[in-house]
Structures are given as structure tokens and as C-alpha cells.
């Protein structure tokens, strides 16, 4: 019964691969977020879509793009990856302003 | 200057110990105010969510906002060392987009 999901947990790859990374929601949130936390966990927002509707597009490369099948769904796919990717992926969903359920974040390592 | 500024610590107290966790900005325009804990390799979890100034408590836990100032505060009574985690602050106006704190790093000794 785990609220927000992520797969994979961990993804090792190297450079110039293609990944996408997976998330599911089952509270019934109409947002949802893509957050990137670096090494020095600072967390920050990249995307967010409301009801499959792209709300928020952070300065983010157009190597990351977002797609949201239905509203409990919010994937992420990255093209061509380089070492500066590597990062945890979170993705959160909420129904109110401000009030963010995360899930427990994708550990990417770019070789 | 960073929107949201907050002391990465470490911080390191006692078991027992009263702990503040502070963090300031310079967004006047924030009206949502949020706690978040994150123990290593988890997903942050809320803590504590409030968006007028004046106190909050819940538990052991009393979040305060003094918009006048802009400063938020953190206040962890009778701290445990379950408590060891990050704590990040974060802030939203109306837009939705949450900002965050660093986080400060919190290590609660038996």
C-alpha cells in the first residue's frame, strides 16, 4: 500500500545511454513532481504536472522530458545521459499547495 | 542570494536536548510554510505544514513562521536519537513550485 512508488530503485549506466525512470501514485493527487537532489542534497524541482496538464518546467535540458499517461502515472525519460545526471530522482505527488508526498527516489549513477 | 537559506550544520546534541532548526528567505511573496525529514536514502517526508505566521505544535514538534522577519523555525522537544535525519525547510506562493532549504543534518547522540 506504498503511496507514491518509484522504479527503479537504483540504475547504473553509462554515458550517452538513454533511461526512464517510473511513478506511481495511488493517494488520488492531481499533482504530481519530479524533483533532482544532488550530492550535496539539495533538493530541487524539475517538473510538475497537474491532471496530465505540464504546470511547472523548471531550466532543465531537453535531454529530461516528462510524460504523464493519467493522473496516478508520472514517468521520466532522459536521453543521452552525462556524469552531471547523476543524482536521486524523487517524485512526489500532493493535493494541496505545498503539502508534497515523496516517493523513495531513483539513485542514478552516470559512468 | 539563494531564495531560501538554511545552516547545513552538522548539528549534534544529547539525547534530551531541546533542538531549534532555523531557515530565512527573501520571497515575501511565500505563503506556504513546510518541514520536511529525511532519513539517508529515503524520500523526504512532511513534517509539519503551516501558512499564516505564529505556531504550530504537534507532539514533540513546534513549527514557527514570523513573516515580518522571514524566518521559520523548527523546534524538536525531548529529542531522540530516531530523530537523527536531514531537515529541510521549504516554502511555495501560489505557484505551487516548492523551494527548499539545504537541509541541516541532525544527529541526536544517546
Known amino acids: 500500500d506504498t503511496a507514491v512508488s518509484q522504479t527503479p530503485k537504483y540504475l547504473v549506466t553509462q554515458m550517452g545511454n538513454d533511461k526512464s525512470i517510473k511513478c506511481e501514485q495511488n493517494?488520488?493527487?492531481?499533482?504530481m513532481y519530479w524533483y533532482k537532489q544532488d550530492s550535496k542534497k539539495f533538493l530541487k524541482i524539475m517538473f510538475s504536472?497537474?491532471?496530465?496538464?505540464?504546470?511547472i518546467n523548471e531550466t532543465v535540458p531537453n535531454r529530461f522530458s516528462p510524460k504523464s499517461p493519467d493522473k496516478a502515472h508520472l514517468n521520466l525519460h532522459i536521453n543521452s545521459l552525462e556524469l552531471g545526471d547523476s543524482a536521486v530522482y524523487f517524485c512526489?505527488?500532493?493535493?494541496?499547495?505545498?503539502?508534497?508526498?515523496f516517493g523513495p527516489g531513483t539513485r542514478l549513477t552516470v559512468t | 542570494q539563494k531564495e531560501v537559506e538554511q545552516d547545513p550544520g552538522p548539528l549534534s546534541v544529547p539525547e534530551g536536548a531541546i533542538v531549534s532548526l532555523n531557515c530565512t528567505y527573501s520571497n515575501s511573496a511565500f505563503q506556504y510554510f513546510m518541514w520536511y525529514r529525511q532519513y539517508s536514502r529515503k524520500g523526504p517526508e512532511l513534517l509539519m505544514y503551516t501558512y499564516s505566521s505564529g505556531n504550530k505544535e504537534d507532539g514533540r514538534f513546534t513549527a514557527q513562521v514570523d513573516k515580518s522577519s522571514k524566518y521559520i523555525s523548527l523546534f524538536i522537544r525531548d529529542s531522540q536519537p530516531s530523530d537523527s535525519a536531514t531537515y529541510l525547510c521549504?516554502?511555495?506562493?501560489?505557484?505551487?513550485?516548492?523551494?527548499f532549504g539545504q537541509g541541516t543534518t541532525l544527529q541526536v547522540k544517546p
Open positions: 493517494l488520488g493527487h492531481d499533482t
Open positions: 504536472y497537474n491532471n496530465k496538464e505540464l504546470i
Open positions: 521549504a516554502m511555495a506562493a501560489n505557484t505551487g513550485k516548492l523551494i
Open positions: 512526489a505527488s500532493s493535493l494541496r499547495q505545498g503539502e508534497q508526498y
